[in-house]
């Protein structure tokens, strides 16, 4: 006895490609923040807080 089957499967191509894409865009962010986050712990165990903190006013007021 031969039986056959047919299904059909439905991918809404628009959701696919959004979701693909807005996970990109999370993992990206998550990588740049912990990026970020390391950077500033090494900069502060290298200066410590004091130096850090003279370091960025001096960066923005120019002086």
Known sequence: MNTRIEKQIQVDAI???STFALSV???SAALIGIWGAVCLISALS???PVNLIKGFI???VGS
């Open 58 to 60: 001096s960066t923005i």
């Open 25 to 27: 865009g999370i993992v």
């Open 15 to 17: 959701r696919e490609t």
């Open 46 to 48: 290298n200066n410590g």
